[in-house]
């Protein structure tokens, strides 16, 4: 089992910058991929950011050059950092996990873009 927690959502406006958080305990050595999701308002559940044991990271067409994933090893945490924020990045931000057969899901952290 993986546990997984976010924190640092809020309100921003537009063009500011936020961090989200993401501790992970439980079986930690078992995760192979780490990445963030978001869900806006009537859209599908999509990938923002993803970074894989060994250290390849993919982020999302839409969030290219405004977003960076990171990892410490040492605190089991993955952040997301955002940059030039838009109205429509507004979401509820998910982190993941994957293991062999298995996704775990953090409960969410909703960022509001707005003036």
């Known amino acids: 089992q993986v546990q997984l927690v976010e924190s640092g959502g809020g309100l921003v406006q537009p063009g500011g910058s936020l961090r989200l958080s993401c501790a992970a305990s439980?079986?930690?050595?078992?995760?192979?991929?780490m990445g963030w999701y978001r869900q806006a308002p009537g859209k599908q559940r999509e990938l923002a950011a993803i970074?894989?044991?060994?250290?390849?990271?993919n982020y999302a067409d839409s969030v290219k050059g405004r977003f960076t994933i990171s990892r410490d090893n040492v605190k089991n945490t993955v952040y997301l950092q955002m940059n030039s924020l838009k109205a429509e990045d507004t979401a509820v931000y998910y982190c993941?996990?994957?293991?062999?057969?298995?996704?775990?899901w953090g409960k969410g952290a909703l960022v509001t873009v707005s003036s």
């Open positions: 993941n996990a994957v293991t062999d057969g298995m996704n775990y």
């Open positions: 439980g079986i930690i050595f078992s995760i192979s991929a």
């Open positions: 970074i894989i044991r060994g250290g390849s990271i």
